[in-house]
């Protein structure tokens, strides 16, 4: 460990000991924190060991990333939704006590068992117009109830790629006047699409764990109100996990046929349902390109760069099959420049130039 994680882990030891001294015959049990991989934010997690059961320590200093975990927790609970149980949470120390679900993400249950690989992907697919069909209508009491994806919000998302991955990592001069007149065009168009409803934000397969034959949710804090086509685009065109375009077809249809059976299901146009899904995976895409470069512009890690050039395919394939005026709005993204500097650089095995 570096100094620094040696500090964090000695002061959640203390939290720990202080927090089982309130705990009926818990205080004198033996326990063990082990560190766990993290996500993409400055959380950390550990598995939290003891004769009494295991649990996962969730630490966010600050309590920035974690603030609305508990409050959609127990909204998803309540609705019977598959979300892990919380136990304890310390917003002033940053500290969160959850189920212990287990080590197994959804793309390492299909990448162990390839021949099942649709029937988890249409149950991951169904439990996406469950969440959009329970949701619906959003109470206004929860945190996903007061913050949308609106025009600003699309837009700030693909600022985020054009600063990380078109001039970050890629070194290329910013749009013009022109490509940002665009920008704005398409973000507009892409806000107003309809239904509106409860939307996991991140929903794909390093998203979903497996524990036993159960799936279940998490990482649902950054909910917010928008397209549930957000979500289904999140997780049938998932640079984690490439899909042949059949395999996406039968996904797609998959969810339209859950959707259904809940009254938001019945607000999709379904001569419009493809087109807009079209619309919103591609600004999905092209902000998991930026996602992706920015863990090596913001914290010199390369780990997510294999995942570049599978997002990228898919959105030039969906551009080149956009109708006027979309294909227009979107030809600023320069998709081929980006493709082609990445392809050189994964030849290079991955050598940045300073």
């Known amino acids: ?6 500090e964090e882990f000695s002061k959640i030891e203390r939290w720990v000991t202080h927090w089982l001294t309130t705990q009926a015959s818990s205080s004198s049990q033996k326990w063990e924190l082990i560190p766990l991989a993290g996500d993409g934010s400055t959380r950390r997690f550990f598995r939290f060991l003891s004769p009494a059961g295991n649990r996962i320590l969730l630490s966010d200093p600050g309590w920035r990333f974690t603030k609305d975990y508990s409050a959609h927790q127990m909204y998803l609970g309540q609705l019977g939704l598959p979300v892990p149980r919380f136990y304890l949470e310390d917003p002033v120390s940053g500290y ?3 189920e212990d679900l287990g080590d197994e993400l959804l793309q390492k249950r299909i990448l162990d068992e390839p021949a099942k690989k649709m029937a988890w992907l249409k149950r991951a697919v169904e439990l996406a117009a469950q969440i959009h069909g329970k949701t619906s209508p959003v109470p206004s009491q929860i945190p996903a109830a007061s913050r949308r994806f609106d025009k600003a919000k699309y837009r700030d998302e693909l600022q985020f790629t054009l600063t990380h991955l078109h001039e ?18 398409y973000c507009a168009y892409i ?3 309809e239904p509106q409803g409860f939307c996991h934000r991140d929903y794909h397969t390093r998203n979903l764990m497996v524990k036993g034959d159960d799936l279940y949710l998490i990482d649902f804090q950054d909910a917010r109100m928008g397209s549930p086509l957000y979500d289904l685009a999140s997780l049938v065109f998932d640079a984690y996990m490439p899909l042949s375009e059949a395999e996406q077809n039968e996904l797609i249809a998959t969810y339209k046929t859950a959707i259904e059976r809940f009254p938001i299901g019945k607000a999709f146009g379904a001569r419009s349902f493809k087109e807009d899904l079209q619309l919103v995976a591609f600004q999905r895409l092209v902000k998991a390109a930026g996602s992706f470069a920015s863990f090596y512009t913001r914290n010199g890690k ?17 551009r080149a099959q956009m ?22 650089m994964k030849a290079k095995k991955w050598q940045i130039e300073k």
Do not use: C, R
Request: no cysteine; hydrophobic share 40%.
């Open 1 to 6: 460990m570096t100094p620094e994680t040696t």
């Open 96 to 98: 969160l006590v959850m």
């Open 168 to 185: 970050g990592l890629l070194k290329l001069p910013p749009l013009d006047a022109q490509g940002q007149t665009k920008l704005n065009d």
């Open 191 to 193: 806000a107003g699409i």
């Open 302 to 318: 390369k780990t997510h760069f294999e995942y570049l050039l599978p997002a990228l395919h898919q959105a030039q394939t969906f």
């Open 323 to 344: 109708k006027s005026p979309f294909s227009d709005n979107v030809s600023f993204f320069p998709l081929d420049q980006w493709i082609e500097k990445i392809q050189q």
